[in-house]
């Protein structure tokens, strides 16, 4: 690998892709045994954007994660990409309120504000000044060829702004201010995490080693589907919040779409609607979907809806009593990100006064 920016402009072919995969997933499937034995040598970043309230599909697939990487003993740090939000919108929304119900959101599901540091990344200047350096170990083109920024900024369906062309150099000054080592994503988060390692390596080749290379924690978890079919989404209306009551639950899954065969089967491809709801009682009760298809067998989707219905709100009613504890005391909730942030700041000056160092932009102690 040599320091010139590259000239490509076109998207990654389909082979580079896989390739790019395969070799993440090894990577992955490398680092999963080390948080195993070593926990202690790593550090988990990974994050959201304030933009609602997390979902079902959030818990199955990123949330119980973090919580168990946090019990192997990993510190973990927990990315508010405010910021974010304005990648694709005009204006913030009711962020203060969002902001809080994350933090709930989080706490509620068991990540423990002593061993996970939870903070907005706008509170912390010295991580968005890594940004200025960091930009310049990148090219136009190659953040103009980032597959999952492309498709953010079609479905945005607006001119692509600056900030989304950058927000994957945003996403590295995230990870690398803090020593991440570990980024728990899925599939289409990974080209962000390559341009992360392409800036750690470039930083390296120009001035020096300052920054571990992080690698993708690919979860081997089930892509959940929304109650209409569709990807679950915040903007689409067809997510069961964490914050929802059982009965908005029970209403939400009974009005999920289906298919007009009768007897319950677990097939993906031809049935997906049906699937999914296997899918999910299946990742909450450990049972496999085809055993369950079989219980349900003849007695057919309304069946099928009460026993996801049931095992959802049980699964949930924990986390859902927990949550109601913590709104009530938004200072607490306040008190949780002042300490993560502080936590994240003290890390960044230190990272910012490292970069500093080795571009011999050192003046002032
Ligand atoms: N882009 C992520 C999302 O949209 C959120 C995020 C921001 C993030 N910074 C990050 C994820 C750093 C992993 C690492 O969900």
Do not use: W
Not at 43 to 69: C, Q
Not at 95 to 112: E, H, I, K, P
Not at 312 to 318: E, F, G, I, K, S
Request: glycine share 6%.
């Amino acid at each position: 690998m040599t320091s010139t920016l590259s000239p490509e402009t076109s998207a990654p072919t389909e082979q580079e892709v896989d390739r790019t995969f395969l070799a993440a997933q090894a990577r992955s499937d490398l680092l999963e045994q080390e948080l195993r034995t070593q926990p202690e040598r790593h550090r988990v970043l990974t994050g959201d954007r304030p933009t609602g309230p997390l979902h079902l599909g959030h818990y199955l697939g990123t949330l119980r994660n973090r919580v168990r990487l946090q019990s192997l003993g990993v510190p973990v740090f927990l990315v508010i990409a405010d910021y974010q939000v304005i990648t694709d919108r005009d204006a913030t929304g009711p962020l203060r309120d969002r902001v809080r119900g994350l933090v709930a959101d989080y706490l509620a599901v068991g990540l423990d504000p002593d061993r996970t540091a939870i903070f907005p990344h706008s509170a912390v200047p010295a991580l968005n000044q890594l940004l200025v350096p960091f930009l310049s170990l990148v090219s136009a083109a190659e953040l103009e060829r980032n597959p999952t920024v492309k498709a953010e900024a079609a479905a945005s369906r607006r001119a692509l702004s600056g900030l989304l062309l950058t927000y994957p150099v945003h996403q590295a000054a995230d990870i690398l201010c803090c020593g991440g080592t570990v980024v728990p994503v899925g599939r289409d988060q990974l080209p962000h995490l390559e341009v992360t390692r392409l800036i750690a390596r470039r930083f390296a080749e120009r001035y020096g080693p300052v920054f571990a290379e992080p690698a993708a924690l690919l979860a081997d978890v089930p892509t959940i589907l929304g109650t209409d079919g569709a990807k679950m989404s915040k903007s689409r209306g067809n997510t069961i919040a964490l914050s929802a009551s059982a009965d908005e639950t029970a209403a939400a899954i009974r009005a999920a779409r289906t298919d007009d065969e009768r007897r319950i089967t677990y097939e993906p491809d031809r049935r997906p609607e049906v699937a999914n709801l296997l899918t999910v009682a299946a990742s909450l009760t450990g049972r496999s979907p085809v055993e369950l298809a079989d219980q349900v067998g003849p007695r057919g989707a309304a069946a099928l809806k009460n026993l996801v219905t049931t095992v959802v709100n049980d699964a949930l009613a924990p986390v859902r009593a927990r949550r109601r504890e913590l709104v009530a005391d938004p200072g607490y909730l306040d008190a949780v990100l002042v300490d993560g942030t502080a936590t994240v700041t003290a890390l960044a000056v230190e990272t910012l006064d490292r970069v500093r160092e080795a571009m011999g932009m050192r003046y002032v102690p």
